[in-house]
């Protein structure tokens, strides 16, 4: 198979891989309790899994794209933290949803250290950004925190604000000192051009 035919596959299947993931959602809220929706949804989870697991190895061994290990890596772990939550974790997904949102800022994270050899902070803040946030909210979800969430939304939405605007002048400090864990002009240019467009260098020939 050809690059082209490669890119266009994996796009393929990571919309269908968002389809699954929608549809298995959509059992997860209003799943009736039946055994045969059960099964389907297994299915769904599979296939995903699958895809997750296609895409991981097409994009480090063809494509050597960020966005396709990323999403690779993220169908990969929701489907298996998902089929865990079927069939051996005794939590609900409306207890259990923010984990999905952490596994998300762990794959992010994972997939730049992996395309760049190191970790970049344009890859980490928005990382720890997401498990800082599920972790948080995964708190209120399983009830360890009792309090009301529009309450502390109300006391501690500012505090959670000021606590990124703190990280950002953070980062502006230690990029000055580290450039070599900032993304340079031409790694920013790549990921832009590259990951949104099918033009391959036989085109431009």
Same mark, same amino acid.
């Given at each position: ?9 994996? &796009? ?87 984990? &999905? ?35 948080? &909210? ?32 953070? &980062? ?34």
């Amino acid at each position: 198979m050809s690059s082209r035919k490669w890119f266009r596959s994996v &796009y393929i299947m990571i919309a269908a891989g968002i389809i699954l993931a929608v549809c298995c959602l959509f059992f997860a809220i209003f799943n009736p309790s039946s055994k045969k929706i059960d099964i389907l949804n297994l299915v769904f989870l599979s296939l995903q899994a699958l895809f997750g697991l296609i895409i991981i190895i097409a994009s480090e061994r063809i494509t050597h794209k960020f966005f396709h290990l990323f999403m690779g890596q993220v169908f990969l772990s929701w489907s298996i933290i998902s089929i865990l939550l079927a069939v051996a974790i005794p939590f609900t997904t409306k207890e259990f949803w923010p984990v &999905y949102g952490i596994l998300a800022g762990i794959a992010l994270c994972v997939s730049g250290h992996l395309k760049y050899g190191s970790i970049k902070f344009g890859y980490l803040i928005p990382s720890v950004t997401l498990i800082g946030m599920g972790m948080w &909210y995964l708190l209120f979800s399983m009830g360890i925190i009792r309090l009301s969430f529009r309450y502390v939304v109300m006391t501690l939405g500012p505090l959670f604000l000021i606590s990124i605007a703190l990280l950002l002048i953070i &980062y502006y400090f230690v990029q000055q000192k580290h450039k070599e864990l900032v993304f340079s002009d031409e790694e920013i240019g790549v990921f832009s051009d590259e990951e949104a467009s099918f033009k391959f260098d036989s085109d431009e020939e």
